[in-house]
């Protein structure tokens, strides 16, 4: 919505965005692909824009969000002082699998095959709630390209899960919801009060 819009931002690109709202006009690049436009707005396809989910290459580490800005593609950027992550190179004959098997609010899901370890980066925002396990078995989830998700796979087959701990919300909830059902009764009673009144 600015005016001129941003259009050139490294965030498009580590997020995984492939598609750019303007309500103005953008002269295409390389970059920018006019694909719809209207009265209202124009959309454009973000041909720069890394995979939703992606198995890394390799690990680099960072120290503030300007070293993000020479990220490389296929690359997972890591925070100094996180715990040193070392992937074995990777051959050109080696069999690495991949699949998005659920995405649902809150639980994301992947089947997965590779004979070597493998470091998974998802464009979703990294949060403490968020958890991960494989096979079962929790794995820690690692902030990478500055505020992503990413995991270090094990070896072999299996199943990755991401799902979402709302368990320190529902007190919250649950107060909101009596207090809604309090005030309806609340206003139910002084309806019947004021027209008995009238």
């Not at 390209?145 to 709302?166: A, I, M, Q, T, Y």
């Amino acid at each position: 919505t600015m005016d001129p819009p941003i259009i050139s931002s490294r965030a498009y690109d580590l997020s995984a965005t492939n598609y750019i709202l303007s309500q103005h006009f953008i002269n295409p690049t390389d970059q920018l692909e006019l694909i719809f436009k209207s009265k209202q707005f124009y959309l454009y396809r973000n041909h720069r824009a890394w995979p939703y989910y992606y198995f890394a290459d390799r690990v680099e580490y960072i120290g503030t969000y300007k070293d993000l800005y020479d990220a490389e593609q296929g690359v997972a950027y890591l925070w100094k002082g996180d715990n040193k992550i070392i992937l074995p190179p990777h051959s050109s004959d080696q069999e690495r699998q991949l699949e998005l098997v659920k995405f649902e609010y809150g639980s994301v899901e992947f089947k997965y095959a590779s004979d070597k370890p493998e470091f998974l980066v998802m464009a979703d925002s990294w949060h403490p709630n968020w958890h991960a396990s494989v096979n079962g078995e929790d794995i820690s989830i690692f902030k990478t390209n500055g505020v992503l998700k990413g995991v270090l796979l094990p070896p072999g087959e299996g199943e990755v899960h991401f799902f979402f701990d709302n368990t320190p919300y529902r007190p919250g909830i649950w107060i909101t919801g009596l207090a809604w059902i309090l005030f309806i009764l609340g206003w139910s009673w002084c309806s019947f009060k004021w027209r008995e009144r009238y």
